[in-house]
């Protein structure tokens, strides 16, 4: 069999034009596994309600991040995926699972480059039904239907993969080194709730509460919060954070319905307001900059930290192409490559 790659991150929107954003955020919202509800009331939402109001809103925010390239996330894909391709044999694809760079599109490449077996690398530390999951059950639907002869190793959501939480702790210690901060928040895009208890295999285990994320269990696979919360431990381990100079904060929710906290937004108010002067913040959910940092973080957050009495805000960049980000992935490949296929 012939080995490729097929890296998989969110997407971006074609450009900054709001029929460009509608076209994307309606794909975006109506995947089941983002919006959670029955097909008629995602209809009545997204299609009735939030695509007339959000996508003036959303194309002036990313106005303000664009870049002459294009969408900072997709370039900043497209430079990681140079980079591992550099560093290995096979072929090394780059999809989006919402907008033009489809899954099917990258995998139909792979296809015509005379790959069939694949792996699947969704851009996500952290497993969600609607990071890891979306993308792995959209890629076995395609594969079923258009490319019933390809093999696919799909590379889980890897939070705890030591090399990954190397490359984040030097990531943010090279940023800390030279820096005066009291606080460093580590803010994770939140999700509702309700996807929580939905992607609990023991159908009972997350409470969602103060102990239940720290408490071992099966569930911990498939629980975002875990994983996100655990990615702060191991990365405040390695860089020895003192107790009480770091917390966990989730930012960007959508709607009215109980999401993860606490908010990032309200957390770097109640900061600045309980008289921290300097804070610094890192996204590690996000493996390339997006609209999600670049906007939500080091604009408005920073503009919150500032209205409140804050003097110094500092956003620590993703991964995006870091040569050591790159290696790791590269390993990853490496590795797999030289698995022989069971026949
Ligand atoms: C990191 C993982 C992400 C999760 C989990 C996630 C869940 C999620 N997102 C929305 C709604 C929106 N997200 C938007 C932008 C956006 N979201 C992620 C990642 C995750 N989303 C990224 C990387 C981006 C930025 C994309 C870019 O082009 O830079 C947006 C669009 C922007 C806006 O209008 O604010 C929406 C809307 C939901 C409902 C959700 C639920 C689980
Ligand atoms: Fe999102
Ligand atoms: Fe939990």
Redesign the pocket.
Known sequence: MSKGVLLVN????DSTDPKDVKKY?GE??MDPR??DVPLWARNLLVKGIILNT?PK??AA??KKIWWDEG???IVLSERLQKKVAARTSIPVGLAMRYGSMSIKKGLQELHDKGVDEVMIIPL?PQF????TETILVLAEELRQEHFPNMKFTDVPAFYNESEYIDVLSNSIGEKLENLEYEHLLFS?????ER?IRKSDITKSHCKIDGSCCQTPSPAHEFC?RHQCYETTKQVAEKLNLKEGTYSTSFQ?R??FDPWLQPYTDRTIERMGKEGTKKMAIVTP??VSD???TLEEIAMEGEEIFHEVGGKEFTTIPCLNDRDEWADVLANWVNEWISVETPV
Do not use: D, N, Q
């Open positions: 969110l997407g971006s929107p955020l975006f919202l983002v919006i959000r809103k959303s925010a990313y969408s900072p996330l996500y969600a039904m609607a990071t994770y895009h939140g999700v509702p996807h975002y960007s959508l709607g959910a996000f997006c609209l999600e």
